[in-house]
Nanobody, 117 residues
Framework: QVQFAESGGGLVQPGGSLRLSCAAS????????MAWYRQAPGKQRVLVAV???????NYIDSVKGRFTIARDNAKNTLYLQMNSLKPEDTAVYYC???????????WGPGTQVTVSS
């Protein structure tokens, strides 16, 4: 099965921006729904944004207007542009298809995003 590897995280001040990338080990063209998830300290992993091959993306309310999800099927890559970052966005960010089983081998290591002054 396709596996994913995230990159682009880091430490950023509130109001800053980051662009996350997710490289797939195989083709994502046939995966209709691709998504970004995040897991904050002490909390469960949650879906943040999802994109299909036919729409521009859907988001949880807390990131609407600040985050933009995109996919490049030719490069087998998923992106998440994050603007106006807030401390509550601090989490490890993962990508995967949607839905994805919590015990699936497709999960990557994630990339840490820390928003702090």
């Amino acid at each position: 099965q396709v596996q994913f590897a995230e990159s682009g995280g880091g430490l950023v001040q509130p109001g800053g921006s980051l662009r996350l990338s997710c490289a797939a080990s195989g083709s994502i063209r046939s995966i209709d729904k691709m998504a970004w998830y995040r897991q904050a300290p002490g909390k469960q992993r949650v879906l943040v944004a999802v994109i299909t091959n036919y729409d521009s993306g859907n988001y949880i309310d807390s990131v609407k207007g600040r985050f933009t999800i995109a996919r490049d099927n030719a490069k087998n890559t998923l992106y998440l542009q994050m603007n106006s970052l807030k401390p509550e966005d601090t989490a490890v960010y993962y990508c995967n298809k949607a839905p994805a089983r919590p015990d699936s081998d497709s999960w990557g290591p994630g990339t840490q995003v820390t928003v702090s002054s």
